[in-house]
């Protein structure tokens, strides 16, 4: 088989200036320049924030070829232990995504199902973060550069089902990190900036209180995110937010509900309540602003 070893060379390309790196995984990651990190065993594969690699960790024996067993694609190169089998499956991407950024949710949830559905079919350790890959660069492991494809989620997706919603453990490791945390935050934010808009807070004082909420989501999973990614993401839906709801806006709103005068609307909700079914009040927004953002898709 032709080994091209062009993959290597973008691999080492598309590293992080000072990646996370580390020789044995139980005495814990250190950042070096990525001329030295490459000469450990273990390396961070992606830059932080973005996507360029999936990465799948099987701890089975004879566990390199589970990609052709599946009828998976052809994987960018797998790097296997040669004491007991176990191996990475590494997928490069054709267009890469960042994971802290509001406006790429939706390649984020996409991505996000790809991966669940990888894992599933592969076997994959479903405890493994992802942030960690065994080094292709290192001579440790057997690697085998299977071809030098790069492929859009679009390909990746037509090999899995992914048609079943993804379960509680797979929202909470890999991407489905970034998906949950994006749809608790972004959510929680549409009711909590009226609060600020009424204090007249600063954008300051905005963001520590959705970054507090981030982190607090992030408490639940197993397996964290970094720290840098969490600013990030509280940074993207802070300002996301704050952009969209002005003073104005919200003074627009208020002034709409006192015309009202406080009438009962005569159209009761489809299940039969008295409680208002009008999204919009629940938000705090105005109803045109709800409808564009909904129409955009980003708004549920």
């Known amino acids: 088989m032709a080994q091209p070893a062009i993959q290597l060379d973008i691999f080492y390309d598309d590293l992080a200036n000072k990646p ?20 450990r065993r273990y390396i961070q594969g992606n830059q932080p924030c973005m996507v360029n690699y999936l990465f799948f960790d099987l701890d089975h024996a004879d566990s390199v070829l589970a990609w052709h067993t599946e009828n998976l694609p052809t994987p960018y190169w797998t790097a296997r232990n040669p004491e007991n089998g176990h191996c990475h499956i590494c997928y490069k991407l054709e267009t890469p995504f960042p994971t802290t950024e509001i406006a790429s949710i939706k390649p984020i949830r996409y991505a996000s199902a790809i991966q669940a559905a990888y894992a599933k079919k592969l ?34 997706a037509d ?11 797979e929202r909470n490791l890999g991407l489905g990190r970034n998906c949950t945390i994006f749809e608790v935050v972004r959510h929680w934010g549409y009711r909590k900036i009226r609060e600020h808009i009424q204090a007249k807070s600063s954008y300051k004082a905005w963001f520590n209180a959705v970054l507090e909420r981030v982190l607090k989501e992030n408490e639940q999973f197993p397996e964290p995110l970094q720290y840098a990614e969490l600013q990030q993401i509280a940074k993207s839906i802070a300002k996301w937010i704050w952009q969209r709801f002005s003073e104005e806006d919200f003074s627009a709103w208020q002034a709409k509900q006192g015309a009202k005068g406080g009438k009962k609307s005569k159209r009761l909700p489809v299940d039969g309540s008295e409680a208002s079914t009008k999204p919009w009040e629940a938000l705090g927004i105005s109803r045109a602003w709800y409808y564009r953002q909904k129409k955009k898709g980003l708004l549920e």
């Open 159 to 169: 090999f899995v089902d992914l048609n079943d919603k993804l379960t509680v453990e």
């Open 20 to 39: 996370y790196c580390t020789e044995y995984l139980e005495r814990g990651l250190d950042i070096l320049p990525k001329r030295e990190a490459i000469k």
């Open 123 to 156: 076997g994959s350790d479903t405890a493994y973060s992802r942030l960690i890959t065994k080094n292709p660069l290192n001579r440790h492991w057997d690697v085998v550069l299977w071809s030098d494809q790069a492929y859009s989620l679009d390909y990746l």
